[in-house]
């Protein structure tokens, strides 16, 4: 992770005490209440979330105001076209797989799939995890059904129990303390492993050791380390050992989901007054909670961090102007991504409107493609799956509609872990739906596996590459 302060500025570390209606953190936030908030938690005892937003309110920032403001930056330049976004981890993290190994597991497969997209497609890629923060789901229906007993639906880790108990489905604010020590845990070890040495570029090979042998994508991979290796040496030969191929930058996101959360972790910036949420550099609004009055978008709006805002098939050019309008109503470019999440068979349809919409407008966004939450289907053992086709099909409709309107595909945004599980049907290592039973371990949406990771990577920096001209 970048230094803290690299823009030399400090949040107020002292947060203000409890407002006048008994909610921690910074009043100047509060006007999300005025409004309508979808998703959101029945707390069975509103004084007990009172009292740990209030003890999360005390707490230490978990990110700084120059960070943030430094992402912006960088996301920019992928809205000018000059740099690409790799956005990608856990659909749901959980608080038992906050360990150091799967942590490390899914840093692997991210900064591998940077290295492949950087080389493969000659592009600087800005690095965002879904980590460090992701422990809240929205969910499609408010209670789930199984042999005729009915409980509240699973919401995140930091809501309620995976178990299908009475008791596990109760929602429990003393979860939303473990979510923020959770986060602060893995976003220690990011930090370590991104400027500690590990995520040197020298150690390229290294990151791919554990998989190699059996997979054709750790195979590919072990081909572009190697180039890489001799373009190093080539480097060094002529004197040239550059600092930056040393550590990398790394952000965190999460979905913005738990209002009370998020408000609990806002803090002022004391020098420009602006008020930062610091629960993770990036934070975007869901496809489910983005009514352009409703309360999440009034909450992102209130906050100086890059936003972004998750569009499905349904968007009309009218509802994204709207939220143009009210997220980014300077045109600060880097302020606001668009993350679309169309479907392979609808991304050639419904996203060319969306483009043209906005590019009329002279608005500047960063275009990112979520390839993945269009494309869930139930295979017919009952596991919720994604094709891998589906899911490049999808790709490959983003760059086309980019490329017919003269706009930047500015990045993806994915959810794969780092283990080689079975939950996604596809890919060059392939998984077949009678495959999916047998390391299907997700808390939600089923993710890319490492090898179906890479191939992904693969082929997003070939047809980056085509779509430039650069071949
Ligand atoms: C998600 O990103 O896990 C998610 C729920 O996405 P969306 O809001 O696009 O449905
Ligand atoms: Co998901």
């Given at each position: 992770m970048t230094a803290a302060t690299s823009s030399g500025r400090w949040l107020d570390l002292a947060p203000e005490p409890a407002g006048p209606r008994?909610?921690?953190?910074?009043?100047?936030?509060?006007?999300?209440?005025?409004?309508?908030?979808?998703?959101?938690?029945?707390w069975p005892d509103p004084a007990r979330l009172a009292a740990v937003t209030a003890e999360l309110a005390q707490l230490p920032p978990l990110v700084f105001s120059g960070e943030c403001d430094q992402l912006t930056d960088r996301l920019a330049a992928v809205a000018r076209g000059e740099a690409f976004l790799l956005?990608?981890?856990?659909?749901?993290?959980?608080?038992?797989?906050?360990?150091a190994a799967a942590i490390r597991a899914k840093l692997q497969t991210l900064l591998q799939m940077a290295v492949v997209l950087t080389y493969g497609?000659?592009?600087?890629?800005?690095?965002?995890?879904?980590?460090?923060?992701?422990?809240?789901?929205?969910?499609?229906?408010?209670?789930e059904l199984r042999d005729g007993v009915e409980l509240p639906a699973y919401r995140g880790d930091a809501v309620n129990g995976f178990d299908f108990s009475a008791q596990a489905r109760v929602p429990d604010p003393a979860r939303l303390l473990r979510a923020y020590h959770c986060s602060a845990v893995t976003l220690n070890?990011?930090?370590?492993?991104?400027t500690g040495g590990y995520a040197d570029l020298h150690q390229a090979h290294a990151w791919n050791q554990d998989f190699v042998a059996d997979s054709p994508a750790g195979q590919r991979y072990e081909r572009l380390a190697g180039e890489i290796d001799r373009a190093l040496g080539f480097m060094r030969a002529c004197g040239a050992d550059p600092r930056e191929?040393?550590?990398?930058?790394?952000?965190?996101?999460h979905e913005a989901l738990l209002l009370d959360y998020e408000h609990a972790l806002a803090r002022t910036d004391s020098r420009t007054g602006r008020i930062y949420d610091t629960s993770a550099h990036f934070l975007w609004v869901g496809e489910r909670t983005r009514a352009p009055?409703?309360?999440?978008?009034?909450?992102?709006?209130?906050?100086?961090?890059p936003i972004g805002v998750k569009l499905g098939p349904g968007t009309t050019p009218a509802e994204l102007l709207a939220l143009a309008g009210t997220l980014n109503p300077d045109r600060q470019p880097g302020r606001l991504t668009l993350i679309t999440r169309m479907g392979a068979r609808q991304v050639r349809t419904v996203l060319p409107g969306l483009v043209q919409a906005l590019a009329a407008e002279g608005t500047p966004v960063a275009w990112v493609c979520d390839p993945m939450h269009g494309n869930t289907f139930e295979a017919p053992s009952g596991h919720k799956t994604r094709r891998f086709d589906d899911?490049?099909?999808?790709?490959?409709?983003?760059?086309?509609?980019?490329?017919?309107?003269?706009?930047?595909?500015?990045?993806?945004?994915?959810?794969?872990?780092?283990?080689?599980?079975?939950?996604c049907v596809g890919g060059s290592h392939e998984i077949v739906a009678d495959d999916l039973h047998q390391r299907y371990e997700t808390a939600c949406d089923p993710r890319l596996n490492r090898s179906q990771s890479l191939d992904l990577a693969f082929t997003v920096a070939e047809s980056y590459r085509t779509e430039r001209?650069?071949?």
């Amino acid at each position: 992770m970048t230094a803290a302060t690299s823009s030399g500025r400090w949040l107020d570390l002292a947060p203000e005490p409890a407002g006048p209606r008994g909610f921690a953190g910074t009043s100047e936030l509060a006007s999300w209440r005025e409004h309508p908030a979808a998703q959101q938690p029945e707390w069975p005892d509103p004084a007990r979330l009172a009292a740990v937003t209030a003890e999360l309110a005390q707490l230490p920032p978990l990110v700084f105001s120059g960070e943030c403001d430094q992402l912006t930056d960088r996301l920019a330049a992928v809205a000018r076209g000059e740099a690409f976004l790799l956005q990608g981890g856990d659909c749901a993290e959980t608080f038992a797989g906050s360990t150091a190994a799967a942590i490390r597991a899914k840093l692997q497969t991210l900064l591998q799939m940077a290295v492949v997209l950087t080389y493969g497609a000659s592009v600087p890629v800005v690095k965002i995890g879904r980590m460090a923060g992701q422990f809240a789901k929205p969910r499609s229906r408010a209670t789930e059904l199984r042999d005729g007993v009915e409980l509240p639906a699973y919401r995140g880790d930091a809501v309620n129990g995976f178990d299908f108990s009475a008791q596990a489905r109760v929602p429990d604010p003393a979860r939303l303390l473990r979510a923020y020590h959770c986060s602060a845990v893995t976003l220690n070890l990011c930090r370590a492993f991104t400027t500690g040495g590990y995520a040197d570029l020298h150690q390229a090979h290294a990151w791919n050791q554990d998989f190699v042998a059996d997979s054709p994508a750790g195979q590919r991979y072990e081909r572009l380390a190697g180039e890489i290796d001799r373009a190093l040496g080539f480097m060094r030969a002529c004197g040239a050992d550059p600092r930056e191929l040393r550590t990398v930058e790394l952000y965190s996101s999460h979905e913005a989901l738990l209002l009370d959360y998020e408000h609990a972790l806002a803090r002022t910036d004391s020098r420009t007054g602006r008020i930062y949420d610091t629960s993770a550099h990036f934070l975007w609004v869901g496809e489910r909670t983005r009514a352009p009055d409703g309360a999440h978008v009034e909450f992102a709006r209130s906050i100086a961090n890059p936003i972004g805002v998750k569009l499905g098939p349904g968007t009309t050019p009218a509802e994204l102007l709207a939220l143009a309008g009210t997220l980014n109503p300077d045109r600060q470019p880097g302020r606001l991504t668009l993350i679309t999440r169309m479907g392979a068979r609808q991304v050639r349809t419904v996203l060319p409107g969306l483009v043209q919409a906005l590019a009329a407008e002279g608005t500047p966004v960063a275009w990112v493609c979520d390839p993945m939450h269009g494309n869930t289907f139930e295979a017919p053992s009952g596991h919720k799956t994604r094709r891998f086709d589906d899911v490049l099909d999808e790709l490959h409709g983003f760059f086309e509609v980019h490329r017919a309107a003269g706009t930047h595909p500015g990045g993806i945004h994915i959810e794969f872990t780092g283990d080689n599980v079975t939950e996604c049907v596809g890919g060059s290592h392939e998984i077949v739906a009678d495959d999916l039973h047998q390391r299907y371990e997700t808390a939600c949406d089923p993710r890319l596996n490492r090898s179906q990771s890479l191939d992904l990577a693969f082929t997003v920096a070939e047809s980056y590459r085509t779509e430039r001209g650069s071949a």
